[in-house]
């Protein structure tokens, strides 16, 4: 079987749209995603909480973490780990880029770090 590792970037916004330590939700080929603006970059997470489906897009950036405004699980931008939750989760990753002022996603590349992955 072949398979296509062709990456598919999707042009988003500009990135003056999203404030330094601020998140946006969108939606992007059926994924809701949450991008947020880190200052001297931006990083894209599935939008959806694992723990009760908050909307991570609106939880509070610290560093490279945010928090869900939910219930406070906080979850490492990076990696999409949680950190310091009271059980093992995970959200997904997208590779994010700035072209000419635009953020740009690529939702094909989704990655997922399992928590039993991390302490491996
Ligand atoms: S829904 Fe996110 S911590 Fe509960």
């Known amino acids: 079987m072949l398979i296509n590792f ?7 916004a500009p990135t003056a749209s999203i404030p330094p330590r601020e998140g946006r939700a969108v939606t992007v080929a059926g994924a809701e995603l949450a991008i947020f603006n880190l200052g001297e970059r ?15 897009c609106d939880g509070i950036v610290s560093g490279a973490v945010v928090v869900c405004p939910l219930h406070g699980w906080r ?3 990076n990696t999409g780990l949680a950190v310091r939750a009271s059980l093992p ?19 094909a590349a989704a990655r997922r770090i399992e928590p039993n992955e991390a302490v491996a």
């Open 6 to 12: 062709e990456s598919r970037w999707t042009r988003i």
């Open 42 to 56: 931006f990083v894209t997470i599935s939008n959806q909480c694992p723990h009760q489906g908050g909307p991570l």
């Open 75 to 77: 979850f490492d931008l």
């Open 89 to 107: 989760a995970c959200v997904e990753t997208y590779p994010t880029r700035v072209e000419d002022g635009i953020i740009l996603v690529d939702v």
